[in-house]
């Protein structure tokens, strides 16, 4: 005769379905991000506007911040920069940029940099927690067109509940435009290419680049990155360099917001200026191509904005110019 089952035995039981279903995840709330271009393709010198939406169950985020690493065709960092998705965020973040404010070796505050000269950035950087934080801090030089051409870096750990300042030094190049130029600071906690997300929103400030005469610069400003709700919640719009490497560029946005993080990446293609075919190359067939659209254009039968090089709404004698110039850039 089988022995009855204790009725501990069901208790037991009960007990451990119990606890089981304790321990199932609850519906968390998702956090996902989309990122994307106008246009999957740009010729060197164009504008790029990058989009997307942060989303917390498919709800726009209205405060939060999304940071974009843009790789280059070499996959160099091209540019690193932090946008919000409506108002900043009025929680304390733990790691908060406070200014980037343009100095000498020594972080005495400067006002201009002539080419070919080493300019230097000092940060004003504070930790809230208790703990150290690795902190990844960038800064990222735009010239007056809207440009990026220089970027620094510096990947350290911030003691807990201090302010520090950190110095930053970034070559200015000799074809530098002259002008007012601004430099973008960021925090991460890491480069989004690697996961990492902003800590807290940009600072930017503005100075002269100069050939040989220091000019006044503009007072210190917030970035300025126009936010729509257009269809998206966050964007960048920059320049590309007429000179840009062409072939395939990659686009990393990441986010963190309420403790949930997000990331995704896009590409673009970079196509050489004269490259009309898109073959990567700049050959008889873009003569061929280049020579027809100028026929056309004084033929009074329309113009092709591709081989209009200065933006002028005509094919002349500049484009011609242009043309004949990038030509013998790819082949030099």
């Known amino acids: 005769m089988k022995n009855p089952i204790s009725p501990f035995f069901y208790?037991?039981?009960?007990i451990l379905i119990l606890f089981s279903n304790s321990l199932l995840p609850v519906n968390a709330q998702t956090l996902a991000v989309t990122v994307?271009?106008?246009?999957?393709?740009?010729y060197q010198g164009e504008s790029i506007l990058i989009y997307g939406n942060l989303t917390l169950d498919g709800v726009p985020v209205t405060d939060g911040l999304v940071g974009l690493q843009i790789q280059d065709s070499t996959n160099d960092t091209l540019?690193?920069?932090?946008?919000?998705?409506?108002?900043?965020?009025?929680?304390?973040?733990?790691?908060?940029?406070?200014?980037?404010?343009?100095?000498?070796?020594?972080?005495?505050?400067?006002?201009s940099f002539k080419r070919r000269s080493l300019?230097?950035?000092?940060?004003?950087?504070?930790?809230?927690?208790?703990?150290?934080?690795?902190?990844?801090?960038?800064?990222n030089l735009y010239d007056l067109n809207n440009v990026s051409f220089g970027l620094a870096s510096l990947k350290t750990e911030l003691s807990g509940q201090t302010t520090s300042y950190i110095i930053l030094s970034i070559p200015i190049p000799t074809d530098a435009t002259l002008g007012t130029a601004t430099a973008y600071a960021n925090a991460y906690?890491?480069?989004?290419?690697?996961?990492?997300?902003?800590?807290?929103?940009?600072?930017?400030?503005q100075f002269q680049i100069t050939a040989t005469i220091a000019l006044a610069m503009p007072q210190n400003q917030q970035s300025t990155t126009v936010q729509t709700t257009e269809n998206y919640n966050y964007n960048l719009t920059f320049k590309l360099t007429p000179l840009?490497?062409?072939?395939?560029?990659?686009?990393?946005?990441?986010?963190?917001?309420?403790?949930?993080i997000a990331l995704t990446n896009t590409t673009l293609r970079v196509l050489l200026k004269g490259d009309f075919d898109a073959d990567d190359d700049i050959d008889y067939d873009d003569i061929v191509y280049f020579v027809t659209a100028y026929i056309i254009y004084w033929s009074g039968m329309g113009k092709d904005p591709l081989c209009d090089f200065?933006?002028?709404?005509?094919?002349?004698?500049?484009?011609?110019?242009?043309?004949?110039?990038?030509?013998?850039?790819y082949w030099s």
Do not use: H
């Open 11 to 14: 208790v037991l039981v009960l």
């Open 36 to 42: 994307t271009t106008e246009k999957p393709a740009y």
């Open 79 to 111: 540019t690193i920069r932090t946008s919000i998705t409506g108002t900043i965020s009025q929680v304390t973040p733990y790691v908060k940029v406070w200014s980037v404010t343009p100095c000498d070796s020594n972080g005495n505050p400067k006002d």
């Open 119 to 139: 300019s230097y950035f000092k940060l004003s950087v504070t930790n809230f927690d208790i703990e150290s934080r690795q902190v990844l801090m960038t800064v």
């Open 189 to 205: 906690t890491d480069w989004p290419i690697r996961g990492g997300t902003p800590y807290c929103n940009e600072v930017s400030a």
């Open 244 to 260: 840009a490497e062409s072939g395939n560029y990659t686009v990393y946005a990441t986010s963190e917001y309420q403790g949930r």
């Open 310 to 329: 200065d933006g002028d709404c005509d094919i002349d004698y500049d484009d011609i110019v242009a043309f004949i110039t990038a030509y013998i850039r």
